[in-house]
């Protein structure tokens, strides 16, 4: 089933965050949600700190970088110089570029923006391809992790013998993502503030899609409390963020709470506005006729 959702427009804070941390010094966070024909593995666990000894030999031998390419060089300026919303273009000039250097030392940068690009052009397959390709040479890619974690649960079929597959990997992903972000450093040329809003936009997107697939699961305690992280954080809340909140408060008796959310979700035009307002009307009665809580 796939859902409706203003975050179709998602990517908006996405390509913040790759502006904010495309220079940064460890993680190539380009930014980038259902699962079609995803074929990744789950990010590899961390690597445990070289030894001391281990360490210094390291530095005493840096490793040494091939020189640039200056054709290959003008060809990622070439894309990197794309608008941001030119989709089209992106995929144009990006896919030239990965024809000529399909291992060019920008590659996990232009897979990493491709899916973006694919995802609003709604060519999922493609996106999931070029996310395949960015973690495989970037596993910490917040923004590939996040947009595919995203994604799956939004276009979730039950009748899809790999559905619960895709469903574990979107949670590996979510979970992931919000680990690498904890410990993301503010790269140089970006302000407190604009590292922040980005950070928080991506972590509202990533509680979002956890919280979903905790409900494709049946798991609504988890599902309920990673929506209500998710629509704390963002800045301007999903309605079906709320909806899915209100549901699975009412899957677990708490009917006051549930009526809460679909009232929010009750005001905001779109898709679900009046399937919020008949739940809340549902959810009011049941509120009404349930036993006071012994005190």
């Known amino acids: 089933m796939k859902l409706p959702s203003h975050h179709s427009g998602i990517i908006v804070a996405a390509i913040a965050l790759v502006a904010a941390l495309a220079s940064a010094p460890i993680l190539h966070a380009q930014y980038g949600g259902s699962g079609g024909q995803q074929q990744q593995s789950p990010p590899p666990s961390s690597q445990q700190p070289n030894p001391p000894a281990k360490a210094a030999q390291q530095e005493q031998k840096p490793a040494q970088q091939a020189p640039a390419d200056p054709e290959e060089e003008k060809a990622y300026k070439a894309f990197t110089d ?45 996106m999931y391809a070029a996310g395949d390709k960015a973690l495989a040479s ?45 410990t993301m450093p503010k790269p140089d040329g970006v302000t407190d503030e604009q590292f922040a809003k980005a950070k928080q936009a991506s972590l509202a997107q990533a509680h979002s899609g956890l919280g979903l697939v905790y409900f494709r699961q049946q798991q609504f305690e988890k599902a309920a409390e990673e929506m209500r992280q998710a629509v704390k954080l963002d800045t301007s809340p999903d309605s ?51 036993p006071a809580a012994p005190k």
């Open 240 to 290: 079906v963020d709320l909806y899915i909140l209100g549901v699975s408060l009412s899957q677990l008796k708490r009917y006051p709470e549930a009526a809460d959310a679909f009232k929010q979700c009750a005001s905001m035009p779109g898709a679900v506005q009046d399937r919020c307002k008949q739940r809340e009307a549902e959810a009011q009665k049941l509120a009404a006729a349930q």
């Open 138 to 182: 970037n596993p910490d890619d917040v923004t590939v992790l996040v947009l595919v974690g995203w994604v799956i649960p939004h276009n979730y079929d039950p009748n899809d013998p790999e559905a619960e597959h895709r469903l574990a990997k979107a949670e590996t992903y979510e979970k992931h993502a919000i680990e690498v972000l904890a």
């Open 82 to 126: 794309v608008k941001p919303d030119s989709f089209d273009q992106q995929i144009q000039v990006g896919e030239q570029y990965l024809q000529k250097y399909p291992t060019g030392r920008y590659a996990e940068k232009v897979y990493a923006r491709l899916a973006t690009a694919y995802f609003q052009k709604q060519q999922l397959d493609k």
